[in-house]
């Protein structure tokens, strides 16, 4: 039952722009995540934002959560070519996540 | 840091094959996950585990099983291959998350790619 979506399915910017992908999602989480896979390799966590929280930063990236709206952005700005990735969206609840198909990202230099 | 250990990158087995993947992990996490990944969607869940011995069905369990006799490792079996599941196969770990929800983040092996021919 998958229940995450992203938004677009893929995006192909010049370094140095702005990458925003979204995630919509059906019920209610505890948490959302965001994880980057690099071609061919597992997941890795980027950022995790909770359910009563409205954004997150880390570095380069930024998290929004809209509950009401059942959707998560995540912004990375200053885009490098190293950021090239899929990055998924994953709602959590309990111990299990649930993720997305994800957004595939290329960063031209 | 936290590291999950597949055992294999790549794997090419034949139709009817007995199929093991392992995976270990050094964290002492309660959790451990298979998911399977195929392009264009996502990670699904086969099988989750929460405890020694005790697993959990995911989302696509059919022909599948699992077994963790100890805590730091996790194996996917599968009883006879067949090409519909030549995949991208993702070990993951985590804690066990009750109350604080920053406890589910999950940390993956580098994933086992298997073709069944």
């Known amino acids: 039952s998958q229940q995450g979506e992203e938004d677009p399915q893929a995006l192909s910017i010049q370094e140095g722009e702005n990458a925003t992908m979204n995630c919509s999602y059906k019920t209610s989480i505890n948490n959302l995540q965001w994880y980057r896979q690099n071609s061919g390799r597992g997941l890795v966590h980027l950022i995790l934002i909770r359910s009563n929280e409205r954004e997150k930063h880390s570095g380069r990236l930024r998290v929004t959560l809209d509950t009401s709206k059942k959707s998560s952005s995540l912004l990375i700005t200053a885009s490098r070519a190293a950021d090239t990735a899929s990055y998924f969206c994953a709602t959590g609840y309990g111990n299990k996540l649930v993720f997305g198909a994800g957004t595939i990202l290329r960063v031209k230099s | 840091d936290v590291k999950v250990t597949q055992s294999s990158r790549y794997l090419v087995k034949r139709t009817g094959e007995k199929v093991f993947l392992e995976c270990v992990q050094d964290m002492d996490h309660e959790n451990m996950f298979w998911y399977r990944q195929d392009p264009g969607l996502g990670l699904r869940l086969i099988y989750f585990?929460?405890?020694?011995?005790?697993?959990e069905k995911g989302d696509i369990p059919e022909g599948y099983s699992v077994s963790r006799e100890k805590k730091e490792r996790f194996s996917l079996i599968l009883e006879s291959a067949s090409t519909n599941q030549t995949s991208m196969y993702l070990c993951?770990?985590?804690?066990?998350?009750?109350?604080?929800?920053?406890?589910?983040?999950?940390?993956f092996g580098a994933g086992t790619r298997l073709s069944v021919l």
């Open positions: 585990s929460y405890d020694v011995k005790m697993k």
């Open positions: 993951a770990s985590s804690r066990w998350a009750v109350k604080e929800a920053a406890k589910n983040i999950q940390y």
